[in-house]
Nanobody
Framework: QLRLVESGGGLVQAGGSLRLSCTAS????????KGWYRQAPGKQRELVAN???????NYADSVKGRFTISNDNAKNTVYLQMNSLKPEDTAVYYC??????????WGQGTQVTVSS
C-alpha cells in the first residue's frame, strides 16, 4: 500500500521560507497527480498546488508567485518551496497522491506556523 510521509514544517517568521517534502513508499501505483493541501483551524482543507504526471502545475491564487511545487520521480518525492511566507499561510499541510486505480492517498500532515 502507498504511504506518504511529509517533512519540513515548522515555525518561521513572516517573510521567511520553508521547503516541505513528501516521500512515497510501499507499493506505489500509477499516480496521476501529486499535490499539497492545507487546513487552517476552523477552515476547510484547500488545494495549495498540484503537479500532474506530465509536469503541469496548478496553484491557488493566494500562493502564486510565492510557492513552487516540484517532483523528483527518482526519489519518489514531491516538494513545496514556500517563500515570502505570511501569517495567513499558517496551517497543517497535507501531501496527496491521486492514483489511477485506488483513488487519493493522504499523508499525515505537517504543521507550518508563520509568526508576524
Amino acid at each position: 500500500q502507498l504511504r506518504l510521509v511529509e517533512s519540513g514544517g515548522g515555525l518561521v517568521q513572516a517573510g521567511g521560507s520553508l521547503r516541505l517534502s513528501c516521500t512515497a513508499s510501499g507499493r506505489i501505483p500509477r499516480i496521476n497527480t501529486k499535490g499539497w493541501y492545507r487546513q487552517a483551524p476552523g477552515k476547510q482543507r484547500e488545494l495549495v498546488a498540484n503537479i500532474n504526471s506530465d509536469g503541469r502545475t496548478n496553484y491557488a491564487d493566494s500562493v502564486k508567485g510565492r510557492f513552487t511545487i516540484s517532483n523528483d520521480n527518482a526519489k519518489n518525492t514531491v516538494y513545496l518551496q514556500m517563500n515570502s511566507l505570511k501569517p495567513e499561510d499558517t496551517a497543517v499541510y497535507y501531501c496527496a497522491a491521486l492514483t489511477v486505480a485506488y483513488g487519493t492517498y493522504w499523508g499525515q500532515g505537517t504543521q507550518v506556523t508563520v509568526s508576524s
